[in-house]
């Protein structure tokens, strides 16, 4: 089976800048996404890596290492929207496989 | 407009009766999916179709079956031998199978009378 882990919550204010860390242990790779999540909506694409290295999206930066099987993703300027949950997803072959996301809540 | 439908956003399932959840996507998409989300877990795959009359097992798929009889449609059943379908079903498209983006419908919330 697939491994994928990541916190469950995490809170931060407004402004700041949180990471969010995704360690995985798969039996294949080729390639890990972030989606965002609010609550009772659809997961919506946020970044893409296949390579090492970090990748840059306006407020949003995701960075892969796979190596030690690890991402995350930067979220800089947090405002109040950007409370919800983050998945993150590893593809093997043609499959994704989730980890159980993580709860990003933004205080004023 | 394009993207992903699917109805209803809430379904309610009474015991050992069968319901069909529709998925309708007009991205001209190879590829379709389906998911389930519950509380705490990450999605957990149902069944995927990598092209129209074929379809593959995902890792959760006994109580469910699906069809994919056109390109745009891929409905999913949700059988009276699932004993435990209250969750959130979420549908999903890409181009094909391959590295591309998955891109995912509003949901459906099925809950259990």
């Known amino acids: 089976g697939q491994n994928i882990d990541q916190p469950t919550e995490m809170t931060a204010t407004e402004g700041a800048i949180v990471q969010i860390n995704c360690t995985y242990q798969?039996?294949?790779?080729?390639?890990l996404f972030w989606y965002q999540q609010h609550a009772g909506e659809a997961p919506t694409f946020l970044s893409y890596?296949?390579?090492?290295g970090l990748e840059e999206k306006g407020r949003f930066s995701s960075f892969l290492s796979r190596s030690k099987g690890y991402s995350y993703l930067l979220l800089k300027e947090l405002q109040m929207k950007d409370s919800a949950s983050y998945l993150c997803a590893v593809r093997v072959r043609h499959k994704l496989s989730f980890g159980a996301g993580t709860t990003v809540t933004v205080r004023a | 407009d394009g993207g992903i439908t699917q109805s209803p956003k809430y379904l309610f399932r009474k015991e050992g009766q069968n319901v069909t959840l529709s998925c309708e996507q007009n991205?001209?998409?190879?590829?379709m999916y389906w998911y389930r989300q519950d509380p705490g877990q990450g999605l957990r795959l149902i069944y995927y179709s990598q092209i129209v009359n074929d379809f593959q097992k995902g890792d959760i798929a006994e109580g469910y079956s699906v069809s994919r009889e056109k390109k745009e449609s891929f409905p999913l059943t949700v059988t009276s031998a699932q004993k435990n379908p209250t969750a959130f079903y979420l549908c999903?498209?890409?181009?094909?199978?391959?590295?591309?983006?998955?891109?995912f419908g509003p949901g459906t919330r099925l809950l259990v009378l």
């Open positions: 890596n296949v390579l090492d």
């Open positions: 999903a498209s890409s181009p094909g199978a391959g590295e591309e983006t998955q891109y």
């Open positions: 798969t039996s294949g790779f080729n390639g």
């Open positions: 991205l001209n998409h190879d590829a």
